[in-house]
């Protein structure tokens, strides 16, 4: 498995992440369909406008040998002791390798920890198995289905992620 590290992200990371914002495949899974193309200035007055909410915590996942930034996880929508989680893999060269995985232990480590948050939730696409398979691993459980959307949701708290560790 490929070593990583999650930082928050900063501003000059929007000259990465417009490409991969640009990229029909990276969105093929999610709810999001790039309609027009974003520039480096778009993707970074965007990324400003999403820095400065006090209800979101977004970070970079990063490759520990030589901190590259490969992908985005977050926090959104942190409600007192619960939040909705959200990730992606921009680089696609690292689709497959547990990345994802390990991303989202750090990150729930960091939500139920440094948050103290109760439970974080998630939406993922059936269609998206190989994503829906990793949250398995990692603890997150199956509660329903988005009627908008028929995406699945799933669910892990504090306790169930202690547990796995």
Same mark, same amino acid.
């Given at each position: 498995? %490929?070593? !990583?590290?999650?930082?928050?992200?900063?501003?000059?990371?929007?000259? %990465?992440?417009?490409?991969?914002?640009?990229?029909? /495949?990276?969105?093929?899974? %999610? #709810?999001?369909?790039?309609?027009?193309? !974003?520039?480096?200035?778009? #993707? #970074?007055?965007?990324?400003?406008?999403?820095?400065?909410?006090?209800?979101?915590?977004? @970070?970079? !996942?990063?490759?520990? #040998?030589?901190?590259?930034?490969?992908?985005? !996880?977050?926090?959104?929508? =942190?409600? $007192? /002791?619960?939040?909705?989680?959200?990730? @992606?893999? $921009?680089? &696609?060269?690292?689709?497959?390798? $547990?990345?994802?995985?390990?991303?989202? &232990?750090?990150?729930?480590?960091?939500?139920?920890?440094?948050?103290?948050? /109760?439970?974080?939730?998630?939406?993922?696409?059936?269609?998206?198995?190989?994503?829906?398979?990793?949250?398995?691993?990692?603890?997150?459980?199956? =509660? $329903?289905?988005?009627?908008?959307?028929? @995406? *699945? &949701? *799933?669910?892990?708290?504090?306790?169930?992620?202690? %547990?796995?560790?």
């Amino acid at each position: 498995m %490929t070593p !990583i590290y999650i930082r928050p992200l900063v501003l000059a990371d929007a000259k %990465t992440s417009f490409n991969w914002r640009n990229d029909p /495949e990276v969105w093929e899974y %999610t #709810e999001y369909q790039p309609d027009l193309y !974003i520039s480096p200035e778009l #993707e #970074e007055e965007w990324l400003k406008a999403k820095l400065s909410r006090v209800n979101e915590k977004r @970070f970079a !996942i990063c490759l520990e #040998e030589n901190d590259q930034y490969i992908g985005n !996880i977050q926090l959104l929508d =942190i409600d $007192g /002791e619960k939040a909705s989680y959200h990730i @992606f893999i $921009g680089e &696609k060269s690292f689709w497959g390798r $547990g990345i994802s995985q390990s991303a989202t &232990k750090l990150i729930l480590a960091y939500a139920f920890s440094e948050l103290n948050l /109760e439970n974080v939730s998630l939406e993922v696409n059936p269609l998206n198995v190989p994503a829906w398979k990793a949250y398995q691993k990692v603890g997150f459980e199956s =509660i $329903g289905e988005n009627k908008k959307n028929g @995406f *699945m &949701k *799933m669910a892990i708290s504090k306790n169930e992620f202690l %547990t796995i560790l």
